[in-house]
């Protein structure tokens, strides 16, 4: 893209360029992190945040169980790649997200305008499960950019063991874990080159 056309489509944006920045064009995956603490405040600051972005029939499948004591962490780091352990136990906090298969019990609550939404998931586990894995990504990728919004940098990872992070964090049985997210400030040198983005024309075809 040329600067004019970078320019222009910068301006088409009711997003400030900060903002979109911050969000999007300057932001990436973070590999190091301080030792700041993430706050309770930030927290639930990324949560409030995060909740009213759209999920198919308002179904909120995401749970997340956020790892910060050094009890925890232990819990944790066996259950991660080994490519993953060191940069997850250096940082200040790690999110477990994962999709909650029984979803479909609160939507009495969160769809009380279709009253057979409950019983429709009910009777088909293959249908909840996908649709809770589904809602669950697009969540995800709404986490990112709460966190980055909170001005914290995230590293999201799926190299771990999902099932035995279940059992030891989700024991219940009816969550899947997807992705952990390292979060913190960036440290020094937290970041890789910006790798190559696929250009408009080559993603998009308006018709």
Do not use: C
Not at 35 to 51: G, H, M, N, R, S
Not at 166 to 186: C, Q, S, T, W, Y
């Amino acid at each position: 893209m040329t600067a004019t056309a970078e320019h222009q489509t910068r301006d088409a944006l009711l997003l400030d360029e900060h903002a979109q920045d911050l969000l999007f064009r300057q932001a990436r995956t973070a590999n190091a992190f301080t030792d700041e603490p993430v706050t309770d405040e930030q927290i639930a600051a990324i949560f409030e945040l995060v909740k009213w972005a759209p999920t198919s029939m308002n179904t909120q499948p995401l749970r997340v169980v956020v790892v910060r004591s050094a009890e925890a962490k232990e819990r944790l780091l066996p259950h991660m790649a080994e490519g993953n352990r060191a940069k997850t136990a250096a940082a200040p906090a790690t999110a477990l997200l994962a999709a909650d298969i029984d979803f479909h019990e609160e939507l009495p609550r969160t769809f009380p305008h279709f009253p057979g939404a409950r019983d429709m998931f009910a009777g088909d586990d293959e249908s909840r499960a996908r649709t809770a894995e589904l809602n669950t990504g697009l969540q995800v990728g709404y986490a990112i950019i709460g966190i980055r919004a909170a001005g914290l940098a995230a590293g999201p990872m799926t190299g771990f063991d999902a099932d035995a992070i279940a059992r030891e964090f989700f024991p219940d049985g009816r969550h899947r874990v997807l992705v952990a997210i390292n979060m913190g400030k960036p440290a020094e040198n937290a970041w890789r080159d910006r790798l190559p983005r696929l250009a408009f024309d080559e993603v998009v075809t308006a018709l």
